[in-house]
């Protein structure tokens, strides 16, 4: 971890270990509560930008009617980068494996989240994206 605060850089990385144990186990409000209402989102899989945390939730709900659920998430080469005073960068490579109608489906990606801490002593994520990992 490359940082001046250590104490901060820790809070992040057990957020960050919560935000995906709650994604992995298709906890979707939990899951969101770790975003901050202004998040953006940016996925491989979609065409558009997710300009805020609703307009996510709205996808993944939708997601849900189709048949989709998180089925498990393993984290790994996990890192924290502090950008600035209170914003820190997570990044890892991350193994997702998802139900969609009856079929299992694996994907191998890797991850980068920006975290806010603020003078309440919350840690939300700004901003997620997305990428396939390099075969």
């Given at each position: ?30 899951y969101f ?30 997601w849900e ?71």
């Amino acid at each position: 971890m490359a940082v001046s605060n250590p104490g901060e850089a820790e809070k992040v990385l057990a957020t960050a270990n919560d935000l995906i144990a709650a994604f992995g186990n298709h906890r979707r409000d939990e899951y969101f509560s770790y975003f901050a209402p202004e998040a953006s989102f940016i996925f491989h899989g979609s065409d558009r930008v997710f300009a805020t945390r609703a307009e996510y939730e709205q996808e993944w709900r939708a997601w849900e009617e189709s048949g989709l659920r998180f089925v498990s998430c393993a984290s790994t080469d996990q890192r924290v980068t502090e950008l600035g005073p209170g914003v820190f960068l997570f990044t890892h490579r991350v193994h997702t494996t998802l139900e969609q109608g009856g079929s299992m489906e694996e994907l191998d990606e890797r991850e980068s989240i920006v975290f806010r801490l603020g003078l309440d002593d919350s840690c939300l994520a700004v901003h997620e994206h997305l990428s396939p990992y390099p075969s």
